[in-house]
């Protein structure tokens, strides 16, 4: 079984996709963390975030993994907690805006599907793009100012909360209006406004969704 799960930053992506996952015995494929690796590679060697080709090549060069866990191993090592970086942040939506390097993810994540048999993948593009069969497409969505607040709880930065809210924004803003693989819900995707649910509560309705269709 493939489920996607797409939306904005801080719309709790990863955290419901991760028990979604644990609930249902799939595993989880969290697609941002290999972008946000791309993004480190292409810092550490002083490329251009806008040099498509230069993207690419580091791309392409890349050895992404993951660990039982579901983190990311780069090269064979650990990509956390330097992906989560704010400098990755701030230059992940140009770099993963690059088609050329798109085009060495995204057959790395289909591949990853195969090869575990089937998982719950959260993203921009895991319904609209890269997993179109998905059985379950969720798009999930909350105000600007809750995902802010969620995301610089996560960090533990929540003095930084106004920084925090205009980034995600900008990031919204570039991920939303680029031309390749563009952060939309799909006409297909069930949308899920979050703001006023826990990750919990998101959990139980996707998976009361799930389990409706089992037994029918
Ligand atoms: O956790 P958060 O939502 O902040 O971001 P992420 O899932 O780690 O993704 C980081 C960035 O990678 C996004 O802002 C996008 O620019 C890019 N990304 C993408 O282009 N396509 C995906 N399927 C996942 C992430």
């Given at each position: 079984m493939i489920i996607a799960i797409d939306g904005p930053a801080g719309s709790g992506k990863s955290t419901v996709a991760k028990a979604l996952a644990q609930e249902l015995g799939l595993s989880f494929l969290d697609s941002g963390a290999m972008y946000r690796a791309v993004t480190l590679a292409v810092i550490e060697h002083d490329v251009d975030p806008m040099d498509a080709e230069g993207c690419a090549r580091i791309a392409r060069a890349l050895s992404l993994e993951f660990d039982a866990q579901g983190r990311i191993q780069i090269d064979g090592r650990p990509g956390e907690p330097a992906i989560r970086s704010e400098t990755v942040t701030k230059a992940v939506s140009a770099v993963s805006a690059h088609s050329e390097v798109r085009a060495a993810i995204v057959p790395q994540q289909r591949a990853e599907a195969v090869r575990r048999g089937g998982l719950v993948a959260d993203g921009?593009?895991?319904?609209?793009?890269?997993?179109?069969?998905?059985d379950y497409k969720f798009f999930l969505t909350a105000s600007p100012e809750v995902r802010a607040k969620r995301r610089a709880h996560e960090l533990h930065e929540q003095a930084r909360f106004a920084e925090i809210l205009a980034d995600m924004q900008l990031r919204d803003h570039l991920d939303s209006s680029?031309?390749?693989?563009?952060l939309l819900c799909a006409p297909d995707a069930i949308p899920v406004e979050?703001?006023?649910?826990?990750a919990q509560g998101v959990v139980r309705l996707l998976l009361a969704r799930v389990r409706k269709d089992a037994k029918s």
């Open positions: 921009r593009d895991m319904g609209s793009v890269v997993f179109p069969q998905a680029r031309k390749d693989s563009p979050t703001s006023s649910l826990d």
